[in-house]
């Protein structure tokens, strides 16, 4: 069975624009100076999808640079839960199928995942640079020992520019993440938001650092 992964990563992206039009039902569960964090349940699996909104000082290119889903590029430096990020397929110049290790969390309640995804890189007419991923199978990437597989269901980000300041993002992000194992509900639900807070001031950092 051949898998169509350019397919599969079109649908998400039809999906992630619904997502980011639809401002229905979220309830906020974390804000920070740099993001609000609202969760709805999800409609893919028996768990929540996060949303996170925040203005980066930063151009949706500079953002890009270090949101770009490339095995060589900034994620893995700046992103505490990407420890390594791999390239199982270039499926066509902005569809690729990526492996994602992340470490532990929860003070080690969380046991190390790794995550397969299809991931589509995908530009708008207004500027918005987006990714667009969730999880497949892969021949060259089996469940590794060691390793939890986890499933991302439809997520990714949205770089927008904002009218008028051409050096801010507003950056929309989604996951909806089965982490796979048992772990407790209550870890999951405090998991998300937080690390998704974590996530916005590390990238903001990132995109200050940038020359």
């Known amino acids: ?6 397919g599969k990563a ?7 624009l619904s997502y980011s039009r639809d401002q229905s039902g979220w309830k906020i569960c974390k804000k920070t100076s740099e993001v609000v964090v609202s969760w ?4 893919e699996f028996a768990g929540n999808m996060y949303k996170g909104e925040g203005i980066v000082n930063g151009s949706p290119q500079k953002v890009w640079e270090c949101l770009n889903p490339d095995p060589n590029g900034l994620r893995v430096k700046w992103d505490d839960n990407v420890k390594k990020f791999e390239l199982l397929e270039q ?11 992340t470490p532990s969390a929860a003070m080690g309640i969380i046991s190390p995942r790794d995550f397969v995804d299809v991931i589509l890189v995908k530009r708008y007419e207004d500027g918005t640079i987006t990714s667009n991923a969730t999880n497949v199978s892969h021949p060259a990437c089996p469940p590794q020992p060691g390793y939890v597989r986890g499933f991302n269901h439809p997520c990714g980000c949205f770089c927008v520019p904002v009218p008028g300041e051409a050096g801010k993002t507003q950056l ?5 993440t089965d982490l796979g194992g048992l ?15 974590d996530f916005y001031s590390n990238l903001t950092k990132a995109v200050k650092a940038l020359k």
């Open 172 to 176: 929309i992000s989604f996951f909806q």
């Open 10 to 16: 079109n649908s998400v992206a039809e999906l992630l």
């Open 183 to 197: 772990l407790p509900r209550s870890v999951v639900d405090s998991f998300f938001p937080a690390s998704m807070t």
């Open 1 to 6: 069975m051949i898998m169509d992964y350019e």
């Open 91 to 101: 499926v066509s110049s902005d569809t690729t199928v990526c492996r994602t290790v």
């Open 40 to 43: 709805r349940p999800s409609a």
